[in-house]
Structure formats: structure tokens, C-alpha cells
């Protein structure tokens, strides 16, 4: 990352884009909130003070997200009261006041958001649980108690997939009273939710982990959600009321070295199961690589007795797509799509396995 001088044109640009992304995915408010920060920076305004420092960012340090997620931070916290009420995970409602609004809040706390700039995006969906419990619940058919490995694990959420309550039509899976709940998140097929499913070990490693037994890892998972994606911020703090009971290790970790020595050894009597979302892309070539080493070489380990498998929700173009190969035998097969989020979830009823030489 550089932290380069203010130029106004790199930042402008970043700004538009990030625009784009918001307004293409949702947020009505931040699309607005972020045409009144570019024709701040345009004016030389607070904004500039805050941005400015890091204008020759890449786009993927997700600068504008980092700001808008330290605004939305201080807002949570109770420090803008007046912003708050602009926004719903706050209580409030946008009206013609959110442009400037925010702007007085971005001049009042410009040097709290200084600092806060440093620290990098960090989300963890729990609605991805529902796209990877169909995997999950197809290798629990095989009838061995799981051992579940999350590489970039984030703060865990999703290590406790099984116990949040999934419903579709008149079947069901996890605890009745589970906090969480998804209703219906498979809009055509569902997969069958009817596999004894025992996970014997859950744990993570990730480059940040997050603990969300504190308050200010709550509060960190909480302010990068975006302000009026309230269904999202509710998942959120149901799975971390789950994360309360449930206990789950995150280490901190590369995701390539932590796989190989996890890995080293095959586990007789259990299943291992690699499983990951939404992480792929932030590896280097060469951390990509390596992940994908250990992971072909821990297959090649497997035997019946301690078999493994790679269950994976990544980028397959404009959606996300769900992955599953099992060894011994390395066969591989498209299990679903699902939104980057997770539902709707289109599961694939009829997917057969094709055997793949060696892992992609
Ligand atoms: C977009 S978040 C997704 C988190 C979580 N998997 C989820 O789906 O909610 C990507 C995560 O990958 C982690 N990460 C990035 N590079 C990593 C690496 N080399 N090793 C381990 N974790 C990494 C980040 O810190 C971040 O927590």
C-alpha cells in the first residue's frame, strides 16, 4: 500500500467506482453519501483531509470502503448522533438531509478519522453459511463425524454453519432456536436437510482474525456493513449471540502455511473438510499457489479410512459458486451458485461428480 500525495483525479476516480459498486448492489445511501464526498474532494473539503493521504492506493485497499466503514464505526458507537439518525442500522431514516449531514460529520471527527483509515476492511457474511451447508451436509452422508478447517475465517462466524436454523418448505436444519435463522434461501431445489451432520473440530486461521467475543470486534464486523443493509446487520448479530455459546479458534495465520502443517497428518475415523469463502481473491499469485498445493498434497494423503475434502464458495463471474471435491478419488462437482452474500442459492439437484486430475 502507498500513502502517497492528495490527487484529486486518481481519488475522484476511486470514488466514482466505488459508487458504481455500492449503487449496483444496493445502497441507496451510499451511493448518495458518496456523490457528496467527490464534489467535497472536488472543493478541497474535509473529505481531502481524510482521503487524501491515501489517493494512490490501489482500488483493491478499498480506501473508500475503509472510510465510509470508520464513518459508519463512530456512528455506531454514538459519537454522530446526527448522522444516526440518517441511517437505518442506526434507527434512523435518509431524507434530503443525508448529503450534508454527513459532510458535517466528516469535518467534525476528520482527525478521529484519520487513524482509523489505517485499519483494512474486514467482513464476515454469515448468510455464506447457508451457500456451503448443502457441501457440509453431502459429506456428512458419508457418515463420518467433520473436522472443519476455515482458511481467512475472519472472526469465525462461519465455522458455526450447523448451528443456525435453516428452513425450506416443510424440512429443516439446526437448533429451533437458533438466533439465526434462513428461510427458505434455496428459491428452486433445496439440497436434502436430512444428513446426520456432527462436526468434531471448528477452527480458522485468517491474516486479521477478529474475535467476536469483544466489543470492539463486534462493533468492527458491524461498521462494514453498509448503513441500510439492516438485513444483513440483523444476520450478523444473531450469529454473533450464536458465537457467544459456541466456541470457534481463529488463528492468526497465512492461510497456505496453516493448511499444509494442519494438514500434514490424514485424521483416521473423521473427515477433513478445507472450507472457505470469499477469500481466494485476496491471496497473492504466489499464496494462491501454495494454497492450492497443500490442499492437492492433503488429498493425495487421503485414504477411506481418513478422507478429505475441499469445499469452496469463490467468484464464478457475476455470482458465486460452490464447490466440492472429496478424495480419495478427487472428485470434483458444481454444487450450487449463490449471491456473493449467499441467498438465493440455486442448488444443483442432479450435479454428478467428474473425477479432476489435480485441483484447480
Ligand atoms: C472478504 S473476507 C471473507 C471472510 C469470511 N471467509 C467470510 O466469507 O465472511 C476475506 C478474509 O480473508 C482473510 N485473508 C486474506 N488473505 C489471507 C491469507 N493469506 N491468509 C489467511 N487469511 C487471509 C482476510 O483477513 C479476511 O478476513
Do not use: Q
Given at each position: 500500500?502507498?500513502?502517497?500525495?492528495?490527487?484529486?483525479?486518481?481519488?475522484?476516480?476511486?470514488?466514482?467506482l466505488q459508487r458504481m459498486g455500492c449503487a449496483l448492489n444496493g445502497s441507496t445511501v451510499y451511493d448518495e453519501v458518496l456523490m457528496a464526498v467527490a464534489a467535497d474532494v472536488r472543493a478541497g473539503g474535509a473529505c481531502v483531509q481524510v482521503l487524501g493521504p491515501w489517493a494512490d492506493a490501489p482500488f483493491a485497499d478499498a480506501i473508500v470502503l475503509r472510510f465510509l466503514g470508520a464513518v459508519h464505526h463512530l456512528v455506531l458507537e454514538g459519537r454522530l448522533p446526527a448522522l444516526a439518525g440518517q441511517f437505518p442500522s442506526a434507527g434512523g431514516q435518509p431524507d434530503r438531509r443525508l448529503r450534508a449531514t454527513f459532510l458535517a460529520a466528516v469535518r467534525e471527527q476528520a482527525d478521529v478519522l484519520v487513524p482509523l483509515m489505517a485499519e483494512g476492511v474486514q467482513t464476515n457474511e454469515v448468510g455464506r453459511s447457508a451457500s456451503l451447508l448443502g457441501g457440509f451436509l453431502?459429506?456428512?452422508?458419508?457418515?463420518?463425524?467433520?473436522?472443519?478447517?476455515?482458511?481467512?475465517?475472519?472472526?469465525?462466524?462461519?465455522?458455526?454453519?450447523?448451528?443456525y436454523r435453516y428452513d425450506a418448505g416443510g424440512a429443516s436444519f439446526g437448533p429451533a432456536d437458533s438466533p439465526l435463522r434462513?428461510?427458505?434461501p434455496w428459491p428452486g431445489s433445496a439440497p436434502p436437510l436430512d444428513a446426520p451432520l456432527e462436526v468434531c473440530e471448528r477452527v480458522g486461521c485468517d491474516l486479521e482474525p477478529i474475535d467476536p467475543a469483544t466489543p470492539a470486534g463486534r462493533?468492527?464486523?458491524?461498521?462494514?456493513?453498509?448503513?441500510?443493509q439492516v438485513e444483513r446487520l440483523a444476520r450478523l448479530d444473531a450469529a454473533l449471540e450464536v458465537a457467544a455459546a459456541v466456541p470457534a479458534r481463529v488463528e492468526r495465520a497465512d492461510a497456505a502455511a496453516w493448511l499444509a502443517e494442519r494438514t500434514a497428518v490424514p485424521v483416521p475415523g473423521v473427515l477433513t473438510v478445507v472450507a472457505h469463502s470469499i477469500m481466494f481473491q485476496y491471496l497473492t499469485p504466489a499464496a494462491r499457489q501454495a494454497m492450492l498445493a497443500a490442499i492437492d498434497a492433503?488429498?493425495?494423503?487421503?485414504?477411506?479410512?481418513?478422507?478429505?475434502?475441499?469445499?469452496?464458495?469463490?467468484?464464478?463471474?457475476?455470482?458465486?459458486e460452490i464447490r466440492l471435491t472429496t478424495w480419495p478419488g478427487a472428485a470434483s462437482r458444481l454444487l450450487a451458485t449463490s449471491s456473493f452474500h449467499g441467498p438465493p442459492i440455486h442448488w444443483r439437484p442432479t450435479a454428478t461428480a467428474t473425477p479432476a486430475s489435480n485441483v484447480e
Open positions: 500500500m502507498t500513502i502517497g500525495v492528495p490527487r484529486s483525479e486518481g481519488l475522484l476516480e476511486t470514488i466514482e453431502e459429506l456428512a452422508r458419508l457418515g463420518l463425524p467433520l473436522r472443519v478447517l476455515e482458511p481467512g475465517a475472519s472472526a469465525g462466524l462461519n465455522l458455526r454453519f450447523d448451528h434462513f428461510v427458505d462493533l468492527r464486523l458491524r461498521s462494514y456493513v453498509w448503513p441500510d492433503a488429498g493425495r494423503r487421503a485414504t477411506p479410512d481418513a478422507p478429505f475434502a475441499w469445499l469452496r464458495m469463490e467468484p464464478g463471474g457475476e455470482r458465486a
